[in-house]
């Protein structure tokens, strides 16, 4: 692959480039938080193909550019004002966005992602299958697609469902934001840390030999760890349990109010500000991915409630109010949780038309 020019790297959305033993590829909007297109979607893929092919590479490495976090999601803007339009744009973004992630969670070659400062939506699609997901001090993960009127995606019903416990639920429907500890407490990460050795671990993964065994780059990581400053939600994960443990979301808000503590409180206040339709919708779809056996499940279903998303009213209000005109004050529809009808909410379980997976995906070694 040839070099980049400093010209096209800074032109470049995405950066790919070949670094001793590692296949770098570099999210280069900096400025936008490295939200990710559907060009970056295209170039993620495309670099996958070739690392995977090339005997000289040992291992990928994805991390962001800039300070402030690897990638902030899709560019909601862009879908917004796609669907606004009629535009088929979004499908196509959604569309490719998942086949990626599943083309992660089956890479044969190592895949490792730092996850340095803010991870959301889209940029937790291409980390959280990672074989080797590193956090750091300043990493703030979040999932908080209720408070827009969508639904968490990109599998979040698989990757927030796959431990015994509700902390998925309680992630998937307040949208909070998760530090390094309590991402690896989730299942979300794998290793901790600190930022200011970042660089001697990347040094040294691109000093390995081609040939090194995936063991020996789980080795060189855990050489550079250390244990997580501590989180929030290990000494209220029983509360968790027991207030999110509820298949209606009038039970979890009814659970929040008897209990009445401190904590529960603060859920109430997070929770009554995002959508209730949302809120909904997404319940149901943890539920359903409790009892999915494959991660292509959970996305086709995830994809096929996209559409119904295109044609709500509370995606536009919720993009508005957070995104357009920053007032933080959207107007729900319906306002109330008594007010979700099931009709509002089977709207967006219709099967696609045109299902993500209809041919078998590319799949590699890993297991």
């Known amino acids: 692959m040839p070099s980049i020019s400093d010209t096209t790297a800074a032109e470049a959305e995405t950066l790919v480039e070949r670094h001793g033993a590692l296949g770098r590829i570099r999210l280069n909007r900096p400025k936008a938080l490295n939200s990710l297109t559907l060009k970056m979607v295209r170039d993620i893929e495309a670099a996958l193909d070739d690392f995977e092919q090339d005997s000289a590479i040992s291992a990928v490495l994805v991390t962001g550019e800039g300070e402030r976090g690897l990638c902030a999601g899709g560019d909601i803007r862009a879908i917004y004002d796609g669907g606004k339009a009629g535009s088929d744009a979004p499908a196509t973004f959604w569309r490719e966005e998942y086949t990626l992630n599943a083309r992660i969670g089956h890479f044969s070659k190592p895949y490792v992602v730092v996850m340095d400062g803010i991870v959301m939506g889209g940029g937790v699609g291409i980390s959280v299958y990672g074989s080797h997901r590193i956090v750091t001090e300043r990493t703030r993960f979040a999932m908080p697609e209720t408070g827009i009127g969508f639904f968490p995606d990109v599998g979040a019903s698989w990757f927030l469902t796959r431990r015994p416990s509700e902390l998925g639920t309680y992630v998937g429907l307040t949208g909070e934001p998760l530090g390094a500890a309590d991402a690896i407490l989730v299942g979300l990460a794998d290793v901790f840390v600190r930022s200011e050795r970042l660089a001697e671990l990347i040094e040294a993964l691109a000093s390995l030999s081609a040939d090194s065994p995936r063991e020996a780059i789980s080795t060189l990581i855990a050489g550079f760890s250390e244990s997580p400053p501590a989180g929030i939600l290990e000494p209220q994960q029983k509360a968790i349990n027991r207030l999110f443990a509820f298949d209606t979301i009038e039970d979890i808000f009814t659970a929040l109010r008897t209990v009445g503590s401190p904590f529960s409180e603060k859920l109430l206040s997070v929770l009554s500000a995002k959508s209730p339709l949302s809120l ?40 508005r109010a957070a995104v357009i005109d920053k007032d933080r004050n959207p107007q729900w529809r319906p306002a109330r949780l008594a007010d979700v009808t099931a009709a509002d909410v089977d709207a967006y379980f219709r099967p696609s038309a045109h299902p993500l997976f209809a041919t078998k995906i590319k799949e590699g070694s890993r297991t």
């Open 280 to 319: 909904n919708v997404t319940l149901r779809l943890l539920r359903l991915g409790q009892k999915t056996d494959r991660l292509e499940d959970c996305l086709e279903r995830e994809f096929a409630a996209t559409s119904a998303v295109l044609r709500s009213h509370d995606f536009y209000e919720g993009v």
